[in-house]
């Protein structure tokens, strides 16, 4: 079983990653991971200091 199609590995590309991501799903990528590493930074209590325990206590002595 000899399949011409593979003669020249150069010039394959498979066909399910022939077509370019358009532009906007790859700005949608980028933005959800730059807002993924600003979410852990700023509610991981180790390293924000921020908790809810804490939100809640500031807001009832607000009160």
Known sequence: MYNEE???LETFERED???KLP???VIL???LIIFG???VIAYTPA???WSQEK???E???KK
Do not use: E, H, P, R
């Open 23 to 25: 532009i906007a799903w």
């Open 29 to 31: 990528f980028v933005g």
């Open 55 to 57: 939100a809640y206590l």
């Open 17 to 19: 990653t022939k077509n």
């Open 47 to 49: 390293i924000s200091g």
């Open 6 to 8: 593979f003669d020249n």
């Open 59 to 61: 807001s009832i002595q």
């Open 37 to 39: 590493i600003y979410y």
